[in-house]
């Protein structure tokens, strides 16, 4: 069965009060895109815990997808 992770997208340049949001989606990917249509930030920081529990934590630039399309 497949299982929905949380992922804490921490923005530096907003509020304190709107700093980190909280994603559920089933892939790393999907909860970008997810966050990504409403925010104007420039990169974000990502955390989340995989299926075996171990913790991750990256850097993300935005937008994330293809250039080509989104530079129209």
């Given at each position: 069965?497949?299982?929905?992770?949380?992922?804490?997208?921490?923005d530096?340049t907003?509020?304190?009060?709107e700093?980190?949001?909280e994603?559920?989606?089933?892939?790393?990917?999907?909860?970008?895109?997810?966050?990504?249509?409403g925010?104007?930030a420039?990169?974000?920081?990502?955390?989340?815990?995989?299926?075996?529990?171990?913790?991750?934590?990256t850097?993300?630039?935005?937008?994330?997808?293809?250039?080509?399309?989104?530079?129209?």
């Amino acid at each position: 069965m497949a299982k929905e992770r949380i992922f804490k997208f921490t923005d530096n340049t907003a509020p304190e009060e709107e700093q980190v949001k909280e994603v559920t989606a089933m892939s790393y990917k999907k909860a970008v895109k997810s966050y990504q249509g409403g925010s104007k930030a420039k990169q974000v920081e990502v955390e989340w815990t995989t299926k075996r529990g171990e913790e991750f934590y990256t850097v993300q630039k935005l937008p994330m997808g293809r250039s080509k399309k989104i530079g129209k």
